[in-house]
């Protein structure tokens, strides 16, 4: 089946740094990918669709001078924390349809941020 | 805006009894409902997921079942084992073959031996 990676897995930084989440499709191009946040016992929240070749859409709500996402290529969208705060500690995950499935995603395995 | 409701929150069975897992849906325009399972720290895993034109779908011990006039969905497991306890959420497509999904809350399942 189709496989969609993330690193790093976790990252721990201090506050005010920057922290950059890559999400790959292994397998199929990816002109679309998505970045979901979720909380501790929480469920996974939509932040923003990811376009290959131009610029991400972002979710009611989401600061995107905060959550910087780059898809440079049709298997890679980076999310970036910029200025990251105690209060952006979560796990993200990203996810991506393989062409012509728009319905089925397929999950990377996140990645746990925790800022000190 | 769009939003998914899904109840109960938490349910605790007999291992061998069945569970039910219902959600309702704003989207009119929703036309995708996926059901996932994950456990602590991973990913969420497809189990089963149905299309408008369909009222109902069956995979061995797991059936989803669409009421698309009361917007409405539900997860059934028969059978529960041990191993079928973990945190299940149910999605709905937002915006048509957008591809995005909109979870609900999740509900926590636990299968007691």
């Known amino acids: 089946g189709a496989v969609v990676s993330q690193h790093p897995s976790r990252v721990i930084c201090k506050s005010g740094t920057s922290v950059k989440i890559e999400c790959r499709s292994l397998d199929f191009q990816a002109t679309t990918m998505f970045w979901y946040r979720q909380f501790p016992k929480q469920s996974l929240m939509l932040m923003a669709t990811?376009?290959?070749?131009?610029?991400?859409?972002?979710e009611q709500g989401v600061e995107k001078d905060k959550f910087l996402i780059n898809h440079a290529s049709l298997t890679l969208s980076t999310l970036t924390v910029t200025s990251a705060h105690p209060e952006d500690s979560s796990f993200y995950i990203c996810s991506a349809p393989r062409p012509g499935e728009t319905d089925t995603q397929y999950f990377g395995p996140g990645t746990r941020l925790t800022v000190l | 805006g769009e939003n998914v409701e899904q109840h109960p929150s938490t349910l605790s069975v007999q291992e061998g009894d069945s569970a039910v897992i219902k959600c309702t849906y704003s989207d009119s325009a929703s036309n995708y409902f996926p059901w996932y399972k994950q456990e602590l720290g991973k990913r969420p895993q497809l189990i089963i997921d149905i299309r408008s034109n369909v009222g109902e779908k069956k995979d061995q011990r797991i059936a989803v079942t669409l009421n698309k006039t009361a917007k409405h969905f539900s997860l059934h497991i028969t059978e529960t084992q041990p191993e079928d306890s973990a945190v299940y959420f149910c999605?709905?497509?937002?915006?048509?073959?957008?591809?995005?999904?909109?979870f609900g809350q999740g509900t926590t399942l636990q299968v007691k031996p």
């Open positions: 999605a709905a497509s937002i915006g048509g073959n957008t591809g995005k999904l909109i």
């Open positions: 990811s376009n290959e070749g131009s610029k991400a859409t972002y």
